[in-house]
């Protein structure tokens, strides 16, 4: 049964930093891509960074290209997101999740996209204040 748990979300202020985990049960994360997904109030859910499963190449959406990094660490079944130099405007519940069938990548059928993902992580809620 595929699990997935998200952590590390809170408070923070603006130009600080935070690392957000995704932990994963049920499968190994370098098997699949997995992306993270943000959802502030009122907006689309949106693919953030992912990391593909075969190569562990990485995507990341423009608004946080330089200051979010991705990764994982294959031993603990884990997938981190760096979160450096944030602002009022990346605060939003953080997703983690993964599909069997998607891609890392932007393209229509990759797992950016937030559609079709099978399996979904609960949520953590990162707050940036200015």
């Known amino acids: 049964q595929v699990k997935i748990v998200e952590s590390g979300g809170g408070l923070v202020q603006a130009g600080g930093s935070l690392r957000l985990t995704c932990a994963a049960s049920?499968?190994?994360?370098?098997?699949?891509?997995i992306g993270w997904f943000r959802q502030a109030p009122g907006k689309k859910r949106e693919g953030v960074s992912c990391?593909?499963?075969?190569?562990?190449?990485?995507y990341s959406a423009d608004s946080v290209k330089g200051r979010f990094t991705i990764s994982r660490d294959n031993a603990r079944n884990t997938v981190y997101l760096q979160m450096n130099n944030l602002k009022p405007e990346d605060t939003a519940t953080y997703y983690c999740?993964?599909?069997?069938?998607?891609?890392?990548?932007?393209?229509?059928?990759?797992?950016?996209?937030?559609?079709?993902?099978?399996?979904w992580g609960q949520g953590t809620q990162v707050t940036v204040s200015s």
């Open positions: 990391i593909s499963g075969s190569d562990g190449s990485t």
């Open positions: 999740a993964t599909d069997p069938v998607k891609v890392c990548s932007g393209q229509d059928t990759g797992i950016m996209t937030a559609r079709g993902i099978d399996y």
């Open positions: 049920g499968f190994t994360m370098d098997a699949y891509a």
